[in-house]
């Protein structure tokens, strides 16, 4: 049950190898990756900050959560910082359980509040040649159309 | 007075011009410096939007600051 802030490109054969179990009859893995568009606009690559040491706390939280709330055997997530380009690995959340319903769900719950909760930032480079931090655009007439409402903590 | 260290990120940190800062503040609590740091760097993100941690941990904002403390100011995350 681990949580992980990687600056170092993830390998996914390796990350699932650490979640090897004889007990598990499922293993559930997401792989979120660098889109080459959001929102209508082309999207060239993405830059990730995270403030590691909160983010590694909150993140064995979220895992510690789901194992708590599904009846899991292992349960493990990696997120990575820095720049990574259109396609490149951007988190990892593998799950097993000794039935395929419980990995799943968890999978799913990891991956939701880790977008939700843990303190990392993605900044979006655009093929126009602008930029932006995502879901902090709350300033002039441009960005109040499409401003967020703050995420319920 | 109190004398505290602050870390920023992402547009903060961009906004601030640096990613660290040791600060001597009159403001009482972690919402008073933000507010005092917003009008003097021109902080976009109101304070509705951005969350705080003090030592490691999320915090209130009302929590008052003692020297030595060390702050983040949280905008909004998008992880995955």
Known sequence: MTFRI???PLDPAAL???LLDLRAGAYVEFQGRVRNHNEGRAV???EYEAYAALAEKEGARIVAEAAARFPILGAACVHRVGRLELGELAVWVGVTSAHR???FEACRAIIDETKARVPIWKKEHYADGASGWINCATAGPAAAATATPPAAH | ???VTLHYFALLREQR???SESLTTGAATAGELYDELARRHGFTLPVTHVRVAINGEFAAWDT???TGD???FIPPVAGG
């Open chain 1, 16 to 18: 699932a190898g650490q």
């Open chain 1, 6 to 8: 990687s600056p170092e």
């Open chain 2, 64 to 66: 008052t600051l003692r």
């Open chain 1, 101 to 103: 319903a419980a990995a």
């Open chain 2, 70 to 72: 060390e702050l983040v």
């Open chain 2, 17 to 19: 011009g640096r990613s």
């Open chain 1, 44 to 46: 060239n690559a993405l």
């Open chain 2, 1 to 3: 007075m109190t004398t």
